[in-house]
């Protein structure tokens, strides 16, 4: 995403996604995939008939897997068919309709943060694991969390965000305080990088 009207729309979605998916004890990416919310965005359906056309917001999120898995997925149906499409739209339409000064701001792609710019966290697992375990279990949430995104939206992980992003994130002295949007930000990840991953990281790590 390269404008700044796309992120308010990923945004509101992204953050209804979560108040429901607490509400419901739901994982968020059975309510709207994260590949939904970046299409939806980059689209910015004004009316109905360009609503419709994108079909993964109108259908309910399905998983391809093993026999035993899809019986422990439909479970989830029941709370999945009270989210309905209308009030995704509603949700964007609100979004589409922020005047200017309430769209997200795009930071410049080039690290400003002198702290962030000093931070070099270490490759090698062996010295997270013997020197600092609590951060390598920070890491290894954070991890999860991109590979999850990674595989909704079938991207590599590493395209998603750089690894050594989050390595430096979860070396700093207590990451789940820090605004995850701006850390990465900072390091130079771009825009769409941080609309994508930033809050879900956020509330992996916490």
């Known amino acids: 995403m390269k404008d700044r009207q796309a992120l308010a729309v990923a945004k509101a979605l992204w953050t209804k996604r979560d108040e429901l998916a607490r509400e419901y004890d739901i994982s968020p990416t059975l309510l ?33 897997a093993g ?9 989830y149906a029941p709370i999945q068919r009270k989210i309905k499409p209308s009030m995704w739209k509603r949700i964007i339409q609100q979004a589409l309709d922020l005047p200017e000064s ?28 013997e020197r600092y375990p609590e951060r390598l279990a920070t890491l290894d949430k954070a991890r999860k969390m991109v590979a999850q995104i990674a595989e909704d939206t079938r991207t590599p992980a ?7 992003y989050l390595r430096n994130l979860c070396w700093t002295d207590e990451p789940q305080k820090r605004d995850v949007a ?6 130079g990840a771009r ?16």
């Not at 299409?39 to 917001?57: D, G, L, T, Y």
């Not at 400003?112 to 062996?126: D, F």
């Not at 701006?182 to 390091?187: D, P, R, V």
Request: aromatic share 6%.
């Open 32 to 64: 709207l995939a994260d590949s939904t919310i970046i299409e939806v965005a980059e689209r910015k359906p004004h009316n109905a008939a360009q609503f419709r056309a994108v079909r993964s917001i109108n259908e309910r999120v399905r998983i391809q």
């Open 67 to 75: 026999a035993e898995q899809e019986k422990m997925f439909e479970r």
């Open 191 to 206: 825009a769409w990088q941080v609309a994508l991953v930033a809050e879900s990281v956020s509330r992996a790590i916490m």
């Open 102 to 129: 309430e769209w997200p701001v795009i930071e410049s792609g080039n690290p400003q943060n002198q702290e962030a710019q000093s931070i070099s966290a270490p490759r090698a697992t062996r010295v997270w694991r």
């Open 182 to 187: 701006q850390f990465l930000t900072e390091q």
């Open 158 to 164: 590493d395209v998603i965000i750089k690894p050594q």
